[in-house]
């Protein structure tokens, strides 16, 4: 048996994913969490990876169970250096909690999962050319995240509504703007959106899919 590490771009362990993880993985299964920021205050969080206007951003969650805004460039060099803590550990497979678009990210060996090429192929074949409607956290990210759905017959029609907030009600508003433009299935585009979002959004009357279950469902065929 091998040990799974993951890999949040906030603090771990992540409380709202890993019982997701529980659900699907084998129990014995040696598990390493880690967190881009993991000993970090947020006055370091703020000047290390404060948010650079014009420039792509992720929305992550703390400790607290605040959230907090940071750069993706940054957050991605940080990531690169804790990919290769995760190996030293001696972990086999590495699940990205996250389903940002990251270009240069790299294992030496371990096997390595990236939600964000995982998804966009997968909820294609899934899909099977039905208008996707996405539910980003962040209205920046639906420019920003745009490319990684190329895979899609057709361009998906994208809304709003962070997880971290507690705004249930701004989910379903979200999950209802997006069948009224036409969306016959929605995406809920972050490992942040839980249980509790997906029947928010399913209130809309359309099938949801969960981004962090289908990656956790996957992940386990492999570790």
Not at 57 to 80: C, F, N, P
Request: aromatic share 2%.
């Amino acid at each position: 048996m091998g040990k799974l590490g993951t890999l949040t771009i906030g603090q771990a362990p992540r409380a709202d994913i890993t019982p997701i993880l529980d659900v699907v993985l084998t129990a014995g299964l040696p598990r390493v969490h880690a967190g881009i920021l993991d000993g970090l205050s947020r006055g370091e969080i703020e000047e290390d990876f404060a948010a650079v206007p014009g420039k792509p951003v992720l929305i992550t969650k703390l400790l607290d169970g605040s959230s907090v805004i940071i750069d993706r460039a940054r957050t991605e060099a940080a990531a690169q250096r804790k990919l290769h803590a995760l190996e030293a550990e001696g972990c086999t497979t590495i699940l990205m909690l996250c389903t940002g678009h990251f270009e240069t990210l790299r294992t030496r060996q371990a096997r390595f999962l990236e939600p964000d090429r995982i998804l966009p192929p997968t909820v294609a074949a899934l899909t099977h050319g039905a208008q996707l409607g996405i539910v980003v956290p962040l209205a920046e990210q639906i420019a920003s995240e745009a490319a990684k759905w190329e895979p899609l017959t057709l361009p998906p029609i994208c809304a709003a509504a962070s997880p971290y907030q507690g705004d249930l009600a701004a989910v379903t508003q979200a999950a209802e703007d997006l069948r009224a433009r036409g969306a016959g299935i929605l995406l809920m585009d972050c490992m942040g959106f839980v249980e509790a979002h997906r029947r928010a959004a399913a209130a809309a009357g359309l099938p949801v899919i969960l981004s962090n279950s289908l990656i956790s469902k996957l992940a386990s065929e492999l570790v």
